[in-house]
Nanobody, 121 residues
């Protein structure tokens, strides 16, 4: 019913920048919080950043001051601007959107398929 499509990953040198996008489509009444998570090989998935529907943001300590999350409600899209990238930022990045598909439906989480970000030293 709801699909999330991510784009923007790739290979970049340390110190470089990337911008990830995640667009939701399908049956959507309203989107509450949006967020980005990442999973490095052999590690658990971790929160990177979240943004509420009123624009309040939250960041992992490891990315504060380097990453910026934003959203375009008209496009049902969440972005992650990543600057000053480090090799330890290498991971698969997943977006998550908390969606009401109707005014009466319960809130549900939807996830993107993941996009690889690789930072070379």
């Amino acid at each position: 019913q709801v699909q999330l499509v991510e784009s923007g990953g790739g290979l970049v040198q340390a110190g470089g920048s990337l911008r990830l996008s995640c667009a939701a489509s399908g049956r959507i009444f309203n989107i509450n919080a949006m967020g980005w998570y990442r999973q490095a090989p052999g590690k658990q998935r971790e929160l990177v950043a979240t943004i509420t529907n009123s624009g309040n943001t939250n960041y992992a300590e490891s990315v504060k001051g380097r990453f910026t999350i934003s959203r375009d409600n008209a496009k049902n899209t969440v972005y992650l601007q990543m600057n000053s990238l480090k090799p330890e930022d290498t991971a698969v990045y997943y977006c998550r959107e908390d969606v009401y598909i109707t005014s009466m439906a319960p809130l549900r989480n939807y996830w993107g398929q993941g996009t690889q970000v690789t930072v070379s030293s």
